[in-house]
């Protein structure tokens, strides 16, 4: 028994000490990173007479999805998903004032989905740039409809002549799974107040409701239309020609020969068609070579941001600010990572607002179709106490702000939307599935006894009585009945008032500033300026509230960072996909979306209203 004893503590004491030198070795292989990559990181620095590249990667958002770890792990897989607007207008109007920056350069082929409101952000950005007399070039491979609303501001427009430029207008296009489902004998209930809640029609029906297309066809005509015209302003052209263009683009393609290059020069839309080589000559004549890469000179946008960011100081204990929180993504319940608004994560940003003294005002950016009744009324009654606590609130609408989004804009002492940002879907839908007759058809029945009539009612093997169907309607109509008031309440309405704007419908901004559901047309920038004004602040600094990183989080973080950027430096790439993922966001994305929500009652506020 010694004997074993001792071998097992003998065993024991040899897997402590391997544990140990493992351990040993993942630290010295951290600190040995950390230090290379120290060493061989060179300071940036601006040159002199040079372009600065605006190069988005990705979808362009008001805040960057997932943990910073996540974020990280993914750009160094997959590169950059998504891109910060604020970081490329800040980049922009910091380089409008820099001797050093002469030209802006637009390359755009790696950017992704955007929405009209971010667009036009930038735009601004760019004219604003365009006003110091410095001048903006666009080049590209091709131009998507969303990459040539920005390059249609440039002085000259390069096309490469390979590539080509399409405008296929806007739509709204659902996947309807109502035929597919009934064959598999599975009957969703469906519990909506408001005949414009549309959000599960996907899951009943076989095509879209002429209701849905009703209110859709207005909705997409107003946006088409801005597009039209902020195209014909930039390129001096006549939205009806543009509009000509895209609905008779087959018949113009064929007259061309099917040289796409060769129509989009033809029809104005860009000045020249040059290769890659000769849109570098012609950037060389511009702001002059770089000898040592051979190419004009230049540096990209998060370089310059980069190196000017290094000059300025963060906002100084005992100043006062205007602190933005950023609301994006689906409202759901619980602690949730950014791009996804979280009851609980979200909340403790407002307090956090709330409680700093040198927060003097607050502005709520909204970029939310909603989500979670319950999520969406914390947040609100959160934003409530701040307001309580005599700090302003001002909310400024991105692309989106509807229903559970549009709920928690109701907090702020003024609502600002862009014109194109699609707000309203004041509306209540709920769903629960039955299985009971695919599950018969199978040979499956549930049976049973409970305490109650309705012990075994909600019980979607066994199917859903009358009486929880009416349930859960009474359940809906009540959650209705409170966003009405709430609305009602905060925009000075009556009750029948907003039951006109209600129903689930929605508006763009422009509309709903006419209907009274928003105060002012504005940027975020006007927003701040409101919010500050409303504090009685003259000097003031701005801060973006973050959820917090954790100390685990910001060491693996880094040495991920450092050690792709050696890797990349030595020559070596990783290259891998989440298929699963990416395929869902590109082919269900109402799946991914509907995924996502967990409210405890099953009741939502949320709109399904993107545009494709």
Known sequence: MIHALASFLKFLWKLLDGVRRVVHLVLMLIVLVLVLAVLSTAPVTVPSSSALIISPSGALVDELSGTPLDRALEDATDGERETLVKDLEEAIDRARDDDRIEALVLSLDDMGAAGLAKLNRLA????????????????????????????????????????????QGFGFYRTYLGEAVDKLSIDWHVFRSGEYKTMYDNLTRSEMSEVEKQESRVLIDQLWAGYREHIGAARSLDPAEIQRFADGYADRLRAADGDMANLARSEGLVDELLTHDEVELRLIDLVGEDSEHGSFTQIDFRDYLAATRLTERDAADGESKVAVIVAS????????PPGTIGSESFSSLIREARQDEDIKAVVLRVDSPGGSHFASDVILSELALLREDGKPLVVSMGDIAASGGYLISLAGNEIWA??????GSIGVVAAMPAVDRALERL????????????????????????????????????????????????????????????????????DAHRLGLV???????????????????????????????????????????????????????????????????RYAPDLVGLLQLNDPKGIYYHCMCALR
């Open 519 to 585: 105060d002012r047309i504005g940027s975020l920038e006007q927003a701040i300026q409101s919010a500050a004004t409303l504090a009685g602040l003259e000097d003031y600094g701005v801060e973006y509230l973050h959820k917090p990183i954790s100390f685990g989080d910001a060491l693996a973080l880094n040495v991920i960072e450092q050690g792709a950027a050696l890797g990349a430096r030595f020559g070596f790439e990783f290259d891998s996909r989440a298929l699963a993922t990416r395929l869902a966001e």
């Open 418 to 423: 862009r014109a194109e940002t699609v707000t």
């Open 443 to 510: 040979g499956i029945r549930v049976d049973g006894i409970g305490t109650t009539r309705y012990s075994g009612d909600f019980n979607s093997a066994g199917g859903l009585s009358a009486d929880a169907l009416e349930i859960l309607q009474m359940s809906v109509d009540s959650s209705y009945a409170r966003f009405l008031s709430q609305v009602a309440d905060s925009r000075s309405m009556s009750i029948s008032e907003v039951e006109q704007l209600a129903g689930g419908r929605v508006w763009t901004g422009r």
């Open 124 to 167: 601004e950005a760019i004219g604003r740039f365009k006003d110091s007399g410095k001048r903006v070039e666009a080049a590209g491979g091709g131009f998507s409809q969303g990459q040539y609303f920005l390059a249609a501001l440039a002085d000259e427009i390069y096309l490469n002549p390979l590539g080509g430029l399409f405008l």
């Open 329 to 336: 993504g689906s409202i759901v319940d619980g602690d949730q």
